[in-house]
């Protein structure tokens, strides 16, 4: 075998027990539910919402409080979806952070079956 086939080889193994242990580890965890999904979706979208929504207040208000030329309601509103998008990217960022730590660190290796030594009265049986 060629050194560049070894290599291949070697890659290919390594390639093949990653996959493994990260299936086994996936089965262990069990599967995602549906609610979890949901309740990600669901922070993301009032972490964009609710920021929104506070810059229009806020900007209404501003506009009934001192009145100007250009709409404080539109600006507020801007600066809140903007803000809510930051902080939805943020916590995003945090999340894949978590999964791919998850994904690189080394898992507790299971007890693997130590091979068995013949015992004595086995050598002699053997004889």
Do not use: H
Request: charged share 30%.
């Amino acid at each position: 075998m060629s050194p560049d086939q070894k290599k291949r080889s070697d890659d290919f193994k390594r390639n093949i027990s990653t996959k493994e242990k990260r299936r086994i580890r996936a089965e262990k965890q069990g599967q995602v539910g549906t609610l979890s999904a949901f309740s990600s979706m669901g922070v993301v979208g009032w972490t964009v919402a609710l920021p929104t929504v506070l810059g229009a207040f806020l900007g209404a208000w501003m506009d009934y409080m001192w009145p100007f030329k250009l709409s404080w309601t539109l600006t507020m509103l801007g600066v809140g979806l903007f803000t809510g998008c930051v902080f939805a990217g943020m916590w995003m960022n945090r999340e894949k952070i978590k999964i791919i730590k998850e994904r690189e660190e080394p898992q507790p290796k299971e007890s693997e079956p130590e091979e068995l030594e013949p015992k004595e009265s086995d050598k002699n049986d053997e004889q």
